[in-house]
Structure formats: C-alpha cells, structure tokens
C-alpha cells in the first residue's frame, strides 16, 4: 500500500519503487531521490517482518575480524579487507554487520554477535583466531553458509579466501638467495594461526630447495605482532651472525629496522632485509624497504562474492581462492 | 514458547533464557552455553519479526566512516574509531552495520547503505564528509538519533565527539617556538572537513598569540592526505626557508619525512617537525618523531555512549564532548 501510495506520489512504477526499497535491484540516482524524498514525506517504514517472513532473508553478513590495541598499523589489513568486502556486499545490497575479538583472547571470537543476531544473519566472513576447525565449528550452528578470510583451518570444508603465503615467502627468500646471502634469518609469530604457519613453512622448505642449512640460532618465532618483539628478535638473529632477515610481519618488521638502525648496521650492505606488508612507512626506512604486497581489498571482495554464490544457492568453482601477493622490490634485500 | 522449551531443555529460568536470547541483559558464560547448545538442537531461530514490532526495536545501529585505497594507514584510525565503537555497543547487546564512503566521493556519504536498512536501523554514527549541514540533513530523514564522530558541521544541532585539534595544535606549535622557531610551517589539508579547519585554525591563532608573522608562503594545504603531496609541500615550504613544519596529517607527515630525508636535511638541527597522528613508524624516523597522539578508540567508543542515551531516551549531558589528543614527545622537534 504504502509502496502504492510513493509510486503514485513519484510517477515511477510500483516495481521500481518496490525494488529501490527493497534494494533488490539498482535505481537511478534521480528515482531514488524521488522515492527517498516521497517515503520521508509520507513517513514509509518498510515491514522488515514481512521481508523476512516472503525471502527468508535479513540481507545482512557479519564480518567478524581480529583487532589490536589502538594506533597499530597492523589494523590497517583487517579494515582493508572489510572494505572490501562491504564493496561487493554494497553492489547487491547486502549490508555488513561487524564483530571484532582480540587476537589475545580468540576464544571470544564468536561472542561480539548478540545470539538474536547471530541467529539472523544471512551469511559470515570469518578470519578464524585459531588453526583448529574443532574451535570454530559452533559457527556452523548458525545453519548459513560461511567464508573463511586469510586464515584456514585444519579440518572441516568451509570456502576460504587468503594471500599465498607460503608462495611468497619463498620467492622472498630467493631474492635474499640470490644477493648472495647465505645466513638469512626467519623472524615470525609462533600463533596458531594459517599466516604464521605457512610463511614459516615456506622459509623451511626453501631452505631445503637452496639447500641451506636448517638453523635453530637464526629462527625466532615470538608471541606478539608487536615492535618490542620485533627488536628482540632481531637482537637475537643479528648475535647469531644473520646476513639478512625476512621479517613475517609489518611489525615485527618495524621492530627488525628499529634494532638495525639503533645497532649502527647498514642495509642493505650488512644485513639485508625484506619485510612482510608494504605500508607507506617502508619508503621512509634508510634505505625503502623491500616488503610483501598483499591484496587485503581484494581479499575480501573475493570472500563476499563466495558468500553470495552460496546465498544464492551455487556452489563455488573453487572452494579455496588463493589471493596473490607480490613482492615491492626497493632496495633493503641488497644486490 | 520455544523460549518455553528452551528453559526446560537447561533447567534454566525462562527470564534468564529469554535475556540471553534477546541480547537485554548478560548472562553467565556457562548458562549461554547450555542456552546456545539447546538452541541449535530445536533448530530455533528468534521471531525477529515479533521482537521488533513489541520493542520497536533492531538493536542494530550503523555507522558511516569514510576509506581510502589500501595499504594506506590513514585507514588505521577510522578502524579505531569503529572498533572502540563496537566495544560499547556490545556491551548493551547492540549490533554495528558498517558503511564506508571514499573521501574523494563525499556525496555517497548516505549510499552505502540501502533504504531497507536505513529505515530499520535504531542510530547512526556518521563521520561527516563535509562541513555543510545541508549537505547531511536527510541522514535525519531516518527518524533515528545520529552522533557525528570525529569531525562536526557548521549548523544543525547534532550531538558530536571529537578530538581537541585546536588546542592541541597550539600546544605543538608552542613546543616548537619553545626550541627556537620561528619560521615555522604548516602542512595540512584544505579539505572541507572540521578537523582539516581547526588545525589549520590553530595554527593561525598561536601565530598570533605568540606574535608570528603570517607568511603564506610557509603555509600548503593540500588536496590529498598522500605522500607524494607531503613531499611537494614540504619541498615548497623548505625553498620559503621553514625552519620548522607541522604536518597535521600522518600522510602527509609522511612525505615530509620523505623529502627531507631526500634533501639530506638534518632534524631536528636544521628543521624541526612535529607530525599528527602517533602510529609506530614514528619510533623508526631519524630521529624519532614527537607526534600528536589521538584516542581514537574513546572518540568511537564516547559516540556509542551517547548514541545509547539517546536511544534510552535521555537527553547526554554534553551535546559536545572533545576527546583530548596529546603530544608524544620524542626528538623532532627540536631542544
């Protein structure tokens, strides 16, 4: 009725009025103005109830994501990929509900939803605090599909959508191979979480490929993505007599160059370094850092349409879409 | 009556049940386990439909805040903003729809969300694009209470949170006359946002107050928050011969770092810089950068707090609540 009354009001069809409200199909810029001006006057408010109860569908994802203390750069990957992944949801107009837990209590992942909310959703994207699916797998006890984002787990069948770490950390490590560098250190994070595991994988299995020694000395794999932990590891390798280090994360990678720099070591003619993120902040190291190159957006744009595949009923072609990362080539990896 | 059912299931209260499930009121870890597990078992899915028609109510707010491309760490601070957002909400079991806007297209402020859920949501905390009220005024059209975050507009009487960026601004430029200044440089935004003008407003004011002549050639206000118009205003500040530069975005602080770094000037011996905006790339500069440090995380969280007075229907004690930011001091600037 009330859709009636505003195509009457605004000379548009009761189709378009119906979808513009509905956000089941795109309008023009100027009906939806119409429409917007037409509803405010006559006070619409459409009957959410009765949606739901015809499509089964709130139209709403949750994107439920990792979150550190404030001012921590590694916050910029997380927001990037719900950017993103709201980008796609937008185009078919799905709104994005966010629940953030903190990486130091992953058993809270699942608890920033209120259940009325949870049971209501329509969809998750889910970047998983932990590597086992035993852990997560009540969120399946929402009966709607789920996405896994930049993290997979051991077990279970859920889609996923993540960098190829491991693929990039070798390529990183033959860059440092190939300037010669013969001692290159492994600086990560012992989290049970994908990320941490497969770039650490793939410095092991590299090393094998270049058939380098395996040394205990020049791997550290520390408890926090944090500056502090980063120099001290660095402190660490540096006494272990490294020639370069690949730092797994953008922090453990500020903390590397803030250790070198306060050591007096030059880079790249020391130590070599290559960095895992590539913020704005790697232009200003002495010299620019070269640094891994995720595609966070795409990541999760990628996820968002997996997820409205299977909204739609489909099956996804792959069930794993692997996201690639690349290497910015700068100069602290030498040559 | 599934309500019913589920009370019995856990030989817990229907009230305690009924909290649970409706996200008014916490209730124990153990007894929301029992709840969550019965739950599933009998397939219950809550009447949204009837809840919000008793209570009026989604229990869902959203907030608007704007992006740019990634790997930018700009975006840093509005994931602060929202994530200290969300913590407040949760805590009164409020669920937060997130809607992102590009800084470059203002005007699709309101888009990012569909009329379905504009007219459904219970409030909304919006980061305005702009300093003109009209250009927001149809946010009211919704019918729910709006806080504005970070950044106000001229008219209206929309309750806001904000940091002290007059202030604060006046206080760095004073730390720089202190060491001796007195050429010094503004490098900032002529953005038609609040924070933009009130930096660049405290900048004019302290000149005066300490009997600085205004030398527009010692003033850039740029189009962008990006290196490379850091780096081109510190250029042109430095050929007007700055002996001192205050960069009142962490973008742009960047690309100044930059240039001087590629000029090989010495800071803070020949040029002094204090920059906005506290993220850890600072602690790795030469030397490390004294910086003003914003709480973004309370600016978002104070913003849900309001929002939920108003939707309690009280009336916040302060329409108007700064959140003070703060110099870190470190070596920059100078003394």
């Given amino acids: 009725m009330s859709i009636k009354t505003i195509a009457e009001m605004t000379g548009l069809s009761i189709t378009t009025v119906s979808h513009a409200l509905n956000g089941t199909r795109p309008v023009s810029q100027r009906s939806m103005e119409l429409i917007n001006e037409a509803a405010a006057q006559i006070n619409y408010r459409p009957n959410l109830a009765a949606q739901m109860m015809k499509t089964h569908r709130s139209r709403t994802v949750a994107i439920i994501i990792p979150a550190t203390e404030q001012n921590n750069s590694t916050n910029c990957f997380f927001f990037d990929v719900l950017n993103g992944a709201k980008s796609r949801l937008q185009e078919s107009g799905y709104e994005l509900i966010v629940s953030t837990y903190p990486e130091s209590r992953p058993q809270d992942f699942f608890s920033g939803m209120s259940i009325l909310h949870r049971r209501w959703i329509d969809g ?193 072609e792959q069930r794993v879409v692997r996201i690639p990362a690349a290497l910015t080539i700068r100069q602290s990896h030498g040559l």
């Avoid at 035993?134 to 077990?155: Q, T």
């Avoid at 006494?239 to 007096?264: H, P, R, W, Y």
Wanted: proline share 5%; net charge negative.
């Fill in 124 to 316: 998750i994207l889910l970047v998983p605090p932990t590597l086992r699916y035993e852990d997560i797998a009540r969120i399946e006890d929402c009966g709607v599909p789920v996405v896994l984002v930049d993290r997979w787990v051991k077990g279970g069948k859920l889609p996923l959508v993540c960098s190829n770490n491991r693929e990039v950390t070798v390529e990183a490590m033959k860059v440092l191979y190939q300037a010669g560098r013969r001692r290159i250190a492994f600086i990560g994070a012992d989290f049970p979480n994908s990320t941490a595991v497969e770039r650490y994988q793939g410095y092991l299995d590299v090393l094998e490929e270049l058939g380098l020694p395996r040394d205990e000395l020049l791997i550290c794999r520390m408890d926090a993505y944090s500056m502090s932990c980063g120099m001290e590891a660095a402190r660490r390798v540096l006494g272990a007599g490294a020639d370069a280090i690949f730092a797994a994360n953008s922090m453990l990678c500020l903390g590397t160059v803030k250790e070198l720099q306060e050591q007096g070591i030059h880079v790249p003619e020391q130590v070599a370094v290559i960095g895992f993120d590539n913020y704005e902040w790697t232009e200003i190291t002495n010299p620019p850092l070269t640094a891994v190159t995720q595609n966070a957006s795409l990541m999760g744009r990628t996820a968002s349409e997996l997820l409205l595949q299977l909204l739609d009923g489909k099956q996804p």
